[in-house]
């Protein structure tokens, strides 16, 4: 069983930058691929970036390479997610998730409860 806390949401203007973390609890972190996924008010939730249990492989939506970077700590049993040069259209829900595979953008087995981010023009 892996429990998962995500923090450092809030509200940024456009072009501004957030740093979200993720805590988790459990005998698997270490080896688990760690994702992080969104869901925008009407709208699917997405994924965003992914991670390797190494923390040596990662990957990305489209929508954020370039501007977003997924790391994690395995030492404190974190994942990050740092998002700079935000958008209103990141506006959403943030959740972390233990992915069932590298390169998964689907199967998960465990999310956490989410943290705001709100973007503004």
């Known amino acids: 069983q892996v429990q998962l806390v995500e923090s450092g949401g809030g509200s940024v203007q456009a072009g501004g930058s957030l740093r979200l973390s993720c805590a988790a609890s459990?005998?698997?972190?270490?080896?688990?691929?760690m994702g992080w996924f969104r869901q925008a008010p009407g709208k699917e939730r997405e994924f965003v970036a992914g991670?390797?249990?190494?923390?040596?492989?990662?990957y990305y939506a489209d929508s954020v390479k370039g501007r977003f970077t997924i790391s994690r700590d395995n030492a404190k049993n974190t994942v990050y997610l740092q998002m700079n040069s935000l958008k209103p259209e990141d506006t959403a829900v943030y959740y972390c998730?233990?992915?069932?595979?590298?390169?998964?953008?689907?199967?998960?087995?465990?999310w956490g409860q989410g943290t705001q981010v709100t973007v503004s023009s």
């Open positions: 459990g005998r698997t972190f270490n080896t688990a691929t």
């Open positions: 998730a233990v992915m069932r595979y590298y390169g998964a953008t689907r199967d998960y087995d465990y």
């Open positions: 991670i390797n249990w190494r923390g040596s492989r990662t």
